[in-house]
């Protein structure tokens, strides 16, 4: 049966067509909804599910598995609403997922609504590698904003512990972006979405509340203009957590420099220098600045100069 409810698709939940499951990766979901073809069946699998062995899927992977529904102009997967077997949402499966690791996070953050917080990723879905401990824990609209600063107390309180030293080593070669390490580590340090709360390490992800859906980025398909690079000063910094990550800036042709990778999500504040190099494309007459249009980017980048000169870091870029 199609799935019909009240409640939209939106970011960080997940569907799943058949034995395939896809993360959504847009808010727009209408029609077809925004995704990524995650996990599939594999005999080889390191996971397992009903008997089923799955594998996680690399991108060159998941076109080849799920080709019928890859969309080659946007880069994404577009499934349509009538073939969804099933919808798990983060905010509604947050008891069934409730294990010691998840729970530890989840009474930390107690002073926030049970209904405005969840955990997306494989523990979501019940595909859970034996092994893993890192948590996916989504918080929503307003809510996210007041776990962050829980986040930054916590840390300063020794409540939390920030990455250490191994796992931001790690999380640099996982995200292998086109910064230096000193540089990432500046950026990340403040940003104040990880920490280990005893020996369970979790990130703190952003999704728009319900009433919030229609802000944000528009969804849509641009026209490439040229690849570019530019300074500007950051005018609204709202969405810099989102997905896609979205600084509105002072400049006189770019209205947003905007990334899609989570590498460069709250990368550059309100009122600090940025810069970024990107494509620039035109959607409903206004440019965009592109930086980060996959995980894994090599020219395109988000810099804070504000926080580079505080840090009196000279270098940012791997040579």
């Known amino acids: 049966m199609p799935y019909t409810s009240d409640k939209p698709i939106r970011l960080r939940d997940f569907v799943r067509v058949g034995n395939l499951y896809f993360s959504v990766v847009g808010y727009k979901n209408a029609e077809s909804v925004k995704s990524l073809l995650r996990y ?47 919808v798990f949402k983060p905010e509604e499966r947050l008891e069934e997922v409730m294990d010691s690791e998840v729970k530890k996070v989840v009474e930390f953050f107690e002073s926030i609504p049970k209904e405005e917080m969840g955990v ?25 904003f007041i776990a962050r600063e829980k986040i930054r107390r916590g840390i300063e309180s020794g ?28 950026h990340e340090r403040r940003k104040f979405h990880r920490a280990f709360i005893g020996s369970t390490y979790f990130d703190l992800l952003y999704v728009r509340g319900y009433d919030e859906l229609e802000k ?25 957590f989102d997905y ?17 990778t989570h590498t460069f ?3 550059a504040f309100k009122g600090e220098i940025l810069e970024a190099a990107g494509w ?18 090599k020219d395109e980048y988000v810099v ?16």
């Not at 824990?137 to 809510?143: C, L, Q, S």
């Not at 409540?159 to 500046?186: H, V």
């Open 280 to 297: 620039v494309e035109e959607i409903d007459g206004k440019n965009y600045l592109i930086a980060g249009s996959k995980r894994e980017v």
């Open 265 to 267: 999500a709250g990368q």
């Open 216 to 240: 944000g980025f528009p969804e849509k398909i641009g026209r490439k203009v040229s690849f570019k690079k530019i300074r500007a000063k950051v005018i609204e910094d709202e969405f810099a």
């Open 304 to 319: 804070s100069l504000t926080l580079m000169e505080k840090e009196r870091i000279k270098d940012f870029l791997i040579s």
């Open 244 to 260: 896609p990550s979205v600084y509105f800036v002072e400049h006189e042709e770019i209205e947003a420099v905007v990334s899609f």
């Open 40 to 86: 599939a069946p594999d005999e080889s699998g390191d996971r397992e599910k009903n008997g089923v062995k799955y594998k996680k899927l690399s991108y060159e992977e998941a076109i080849d598995v799920g080709k019928r529904w890859f969309s080659e102009s946007e880069g994404i997967f577009r499934v349509p609403r009538e073939e969804i077997d099933e």
């Open 120 to 144: 997306t990723g494989s523990r979501l879905i019940g595909l859970k590698k034996e092994g893993e401990s890192d948590v996916d824990f989504v918080v929503y609209g307003k809510y996210w």
């Open 159 to 186: 409540k939390l512990d920030e990455p250490d030293e191994e796992t931001w080593e790690r999380i640099y070669r996982k995200r292998n972006p086109p910064l230096t390490y000193e540089a990432f580590l500046a």
